[in-house]
């Protein structure tokens, strides 16, 4: 079975510092990444996944298989980014069954 | 981008009771939605896969009679929590995907407190 683990709960910065959420994965096949991120009073909604390789928000992510992970990264935060990062997980390309991590909430300080 | 939307967002009723929670896609067909549950500062857990005209796949340890999924049309599947007790008090959330893109778009949830 596949598991996503999101190391820290909580992850504190200030504006203008580089942000780095760590996310670790394991599984058997060739999974693919996504990340999820919750606004506060938002619903969940899409950042970026692994296959399109692009920046949102100035944030990528890289999918570094020899060490199951996908951390997500931007050089440069933003009070705006402050809000709760879900990693997820889905077993194949059909977009099914996505196992997410237990997030990380990012507080980024004025 | 694909609307989906939740009803009702926030629920209270009495131990016992049968709860109804709908997830309609407004603008776009679903053959397969998802149902989650989220614990308070905790993740989100998968539920059930709710695939139209067949019967929902369950999670392990979900139990399929006391979380009863109906997925009747293209645009809408139910959540009926049955005899609810407080234990089945959270956050439940609903996903749909949109056929051909490999993407689920979330619902805004729905607050279900059991007295």
């Known amino acids: 079975a596949q598991r996503v683990t999101q190391p820290e709960k909580l992850l504190s910065v200030f504006k203008g510092a580089p942000v780095e959420l760590k996310c670790n994965y394991s599984?058997?096949?060739?999974?693919?990444l996504f990340w999820y991120v919750q606004y506060s009073r938002q619903r969940l909604q899409l950042l970026l996944r692994h296959i399109s390789r692009e920046s949102i928000k100035g944030f990528t992510a890289d999918l570094n298989k020899g060490e199951t992970s996908f951390h997500l990264k931007k050089p440069f935060a933003q009070e705006e980014d402050s809000a709760m990062y879900y990693c997820?997980?889905?077993?194949?390309?059909?977009?099914?069954?996505?196992?997410f991590g237990g997030g990380t909430r990012l507080m980024v300080k004025p | 981008g694909a609307v989906v939307s939740q009803h009702p967002s926030r629920v209270i009723c009495k131990s016992g009771t049968s709860v109804k929670i709908e997830c309609r896609s407004l603008d776009f067909q679903a053959t397969t939605m998802f149902w989650y549950r989220q614990f308070p500062k905790k993740s989100l857990m998968l539920m059930a896969t709710s695939n139209e005209g067949s019967k929902a796949t369950y999670e392990q340890g979900v139990e399929k009679d006391k979380f009863l999924i109906n997925h009747a049309s293209l645009t809408l599947s139910t959540l009926t929590v049955t005899s609810a007790h407080p234990e089945d008090s959270s956050f439940y959330i609903c996903?749909?995907?949109?056929?051909?893109?490999?993407?689920?778009?979330f619902g805004p949830g729905t607050r279900l407190t059991v007295l």
């Open positions: 996903s749909a995907r949109v056929p051909g893109v490999n993407e689920q778009f």
């Open positions: 599984y058997s096949g060739s999974p693919e």
């Open positions: 997820a997980l889905s077993p194949n390309n059909a977009g099914n069954m996505l196992t």
